[in-house]
């Protein structure tokens, strides 16, 4: 079964300074990795996506990040943060084997400070 | 290209009532997807059609819950009688019927019970 860990529930990050989000994620083969984000009021919007190819992707808003296979891994990271980047985030695991659902993290709250 | 839509953004009603949530999904996906985050947890996967079928509700709760998808357009998500835990966001996505494809969101729909 697939599953999905973000360790940090709750990240506070100064405007300008780095942001790195964290997510391990559980599966047998090679998984598709998402990157979601929910605004205060809105959606969830794709931020990224890895299918397969290059391990460094990048996604919207400045937004990229790096799957490393012997880590189980899907990091995301943006080099400075920006106020409208308060929201959560989610990473998720998809798989044609498991019918396409989506598995999520529990999500991870992050809070811009000016 | 509109994208998915969903209604209502939110619902308020009385344990032991009924309701029904909408989902529109984006013109000519084939698959649809409902999810569910209940307050403080993680979003999970509920049930998946392609086009009219039910491709997998292993996700359903309990028999409570009934999903439709009438002729493959927009689906209904019936909650009959609604109970206090039934409460959280209630989530719809589609995504193209080829291959694995990132899957597109809605705004979802608050329900809360009392």
């Known amino acids: 079964a697939q599953s999905v860990t973000q360790p940090d529930i709750h990240i506070t990050v100064s405007e300008g300074a780095s942001l790195e989000l964290r997510c391990n994620y559980s599966?047998?083969?090679?998984?598709?990795l998402f990157w979601y984000v929910q605004s205060p009021g809105q959606g969830l919007q794709l931020l990224l996506k890895y299918f397969s190819g290059d391990t460094l992707v990048q996604g919207i808003k400045g937004f990229e990040a790096e799957f490393k296979r012997s880590q189980s891994s899907f990091n995301l990271r943006k080099p400075s943060v920006h106020w409208s980047d308060a929201a959560e985030y989610f990473c998720?695991?998809?798989?044609?084997?498991?019918?396409?659902?989506?598995?999520f993290g529990g999500g991870t709250r992050v809070l811009v400070k000016p | 290209e509109a994208g998915v839509t969903q209604f209502p953004s939110h619902s308020v009603i009385e344990k032991g009532q009924t309701v029904t949530l909408r989902c529109d999904p984006i013109s000519g996906h084939d698959n649809l997807y409902w999810y569910r985050r209940v307050m403080g947890k993680e979003i999970k996967f509920l049930l998946h059609?392609?086009?009219?079928?039910?491709?997998?509700e292993s996700g359903m709760p309990n028999n409570r819950f009934l999903a439709e998808r009438t002729g493959g357009t927009y689906s209904t998500l019936k909650v009959q009688p609604a109970e206090l835990e039934d409460s959280g966001v209630y989530f719809c996505?589609?995504?193209?019927?080829?291959?694995?494809?990132?899957?597109?969101f809605g705004p979802g729909t608050r329900l809360t019970v009392t």
């Open positions: 059609f392609v086009k009219e079928s039910k491709q997998d």
């Open positions: 996505a589609s995504s193209p019927d080829r291959g694995f494809y990132e899957q597109y």
């Open positions: 599966y047998g083969a090679t998984p598709y």
């Open positions: 998720a695991v998809g798989a044609k084997a498991a019918g396409n659902k989506l598995t």
